[in-house]
């Protein structure tokens, strides 16, 4: 018995001697290992049970976590994980499959489970993008903010794009918070002299990292091979076609220079590069890890994306045109701020840049991306110009859009992107970015497109309006898509801009080439080559290098017009 006291009492000694240490000891750099680089991936299986109930469990190595769940009167299923994970799955025709999204923090992950031989649906999610991580470090930064104590963990696997921590809680022994991004849950237990950092969904522990302090500079960023060929690239079952360069007598000894340079770190934090000619794959490299099956960050290159989902909507009579006024399509709650100039803004002038409200630029953005209330801010947002007369470039217009058409579908605006665009094309493999509800896809940016599927898109307004032979966008809204309609006043080169898309002007030699583009930050960027009958797709990560925001463009100049050119 005394032998048992003297233990409590040494505990106690201890513990009160950790709760005493200061918590600004814990200020500063610390880092660890995941257990494994598969840690964070899933495997999703779903069972049918008796009584019309459904059982969802989502395991790794580390936990199971399960639900049950009805079926809803449609038949579809609707499965809550947490406050912050739920997945909105429907019966494929042929009932073999499984197919809707996993909606955790603000993204929407398309999500298939196939039929397997014992009768379950099975599938995989990836909430960090990734199949499994390069390197199993994880960086965290311990940091004072507002006088309130903050962590921020950092990948060294950067083609996880990261995390945006939020919602700090400082508690006896640590810090709890969450990922706005991919709404996994973060709890760092300071230690004595360590922290013991763990990840969670639905309170359940997924992974574990004990962490010391960094006595180095990080390392971001892991050497890994990737695909680097003027070969024909592999053919897959993705619908693309693929061909040799020989075939066209496209001049590899340019490409070969391009991949020469990228290797030896010139061409920065370029991930991919792609290109398609006369309706075929001929070029296909990644670097850094990167391969074709990462859905990369898109950023505002898919405002394109939004610009075509209104043509369709447009087309399928859910839209009446370019002409429609903007207030005939928003909410009930915000028609109070309709006035004589705002009731004047058309959807010709949204997809144009050119709304006249004063919500461009990045302070402008940037106040209204921060508030509780993205579209009560922007229509609340004074008048800066009339209607359809000056084009600045910024994200709340094409936001807009996505609000518009959300409010006039008699379904989720996501289900009618993947029905009427995105399937059709073959992609399957993406990811949505919502708008600050968590409900709906938000179109000024950030959807996740693997690179060949970038250059699907960019291939159906080659092909005006078609992929494979099949009609998928109206001949009419690519060639209004694609017409000069305004010039950007607040750019560098004051572009020429069509319906989301940016037009320029490239020389090789005493030869002009014409270029129709996608763009998105970082050195996100679909060609379109109407003269070259050809199409490129580049990626890049310099999300925090802004002189190299245009390097794809260098490229595109310096190494693939003149190999096309031939």
């Not at 040494?10 to 709760?19: F, G, P």
């Not at 302070?363 to 579209?375: I, K, M, P, V």
């Not at 600045?392 to 996501?414: M, R, T």
Request: aromatic content about 10%; overall charge negative; some cysteine.
């Amino acid at each position: 018995m005394l032998r048992k006291f003297m233990y409590l009492m040494l505990l106690l000694s201890l513990l009160s001697c950790h709760a005493q240490t200061p918590v600004e000891d814990y200020l500063g750099n610390w880092e660890g290992k995941l257990a494994h680089d598969k840690c964070l991936n899933f495997e999703l299986v779903l069972e049918e049970l008796s009584g019309d109930e459904v059982q969802l469990t989502i395991s790794n190595q580390a936990t199971e976590i399960w639900r049950r769940a009805p079926f809803t009167s449609d038949n579809k299923i609707e499965v809550v994980i947490d406050d912050q994970t739920r997945f909105s799955l429907s019966y494929a025709e042929d009932s073999n499959a499984l197919i809707g999204f996993a909606r955790s923090g603000i993204l929407m992950y398309h999500t298939r489970l196939e039929k397997s031989a014992e009768g379950v649906y099975k599938g995989v999610w990836n909430p960090i993008m990734v199949d499994g991580l390069q390197s199993p470090t994880i960086y965290l930064n311990i940091d004072k903010e507002d006088g309130n104590l903050v962590a921020y963990p950092f990948f060294q696997d950067q083609r996880f794009t990261g995390t945006w921590a939020s919602d700090f809680v400082l508690r006896d022994g640590g810090i709890d918070f969450r990922d706005f991004k991919t709404g996994l849950k973060f709890k760092a237990h300071l230690l004595h002299s360590t922290i013991r950092l763990e990840v969670l969904m639905a309170d359940a522990i997924v992974a574990t990292v004990d962490m010391v302090r960094s006595t180095t500079e990080w390392k971001f960023g892991v050497d890994s091979e990737s695909r680097q060929s003027t070969a024909r690239p592999p053919q897959t079952d993705d619908g693309w076609p693929t061909a040799s360069m020989e075939k066209f007598q496209i001049r590899k000894d340019l490409l070969e220079g391009m991949i020469a340079s990228i290797q030896a770190g010139e061409l920065e934090n370029t991930n991919s590069v792609l290109i398609a000619h006369q309706n075929s794959l001929v070029f296909e490299s990644y670097f850094s890890g990167f391969h074709e099956g990462i859905p990369h960050d898109q950023r505002s290159g898919s405002k394109s994306i939004a610009s075509a989902m209104i043509g369709i909507a447009i087309e399928d009579g859910v839209l009446d045109g370019v002409n429609q006024k903007l207030y005939d399509c928003l909410p009930d709650a915000v028609q109070y701020t309709r006035d004589a100039q705002k009731e004047q803004i058309r959807l010709h002038d949204l997809l144009t840049m050119s709304a006249g409200l004063d919500v461009s630029g990045a302070a402008s953005e940037g106040r209204y991306q921060s508030s509780d209330n993205w579209l009560k801010t922007v229509v609340e947002a004074p008048m800066a110009h009339e209607p359809g007369t000056y084009t600045d470039y910024g994200s709340a217009n094409p936001f807009l859009l996505g609000v518009s058409l959300a409010e006039k579908l008699d379904q989720p605006l996501e289900h009618y992107m993947d029905q009427r665009l995105l399937n059709p094309l073959g992609i399957t493999n993406y990811i949505i970015q919502t708008e600050e509800t968590r409900t709906m896809p938000y179109f000024g940016g950030g959807m996740y497109l693997t690179p060949r599927d970038m250059l699907k898109f960019g291939q159906l307004y080659l092909n005006v309006g078609t992929w494979n032979s099949k009609r998928i966008i109206s001949e009419e809204w690519v060639y209004a898509s694609f017409e000069k309609h305004s010039r950007l006043e607040d750019v560098k080169d004051k572009n020429e801009y069509g319906y989301q898309w940016w037009h320029k002007t490239y020389r090789v030699g005493n030869t002009q080439i014409e270029s129709i583009e996608a763009r998105g930050a970082g050195g996100q960027y679909i060609f379109v080559l109407p003269a070259l009958e050809s199409v490129v797709a580049i990626t890049s990560g310099n999300f925090r290098n802004g002189k190299l925001l245009q390097q794809p463009e260098a490229i595109l100049e310096q190494y693939i017009l003149p190999a096309l050119l031939k």
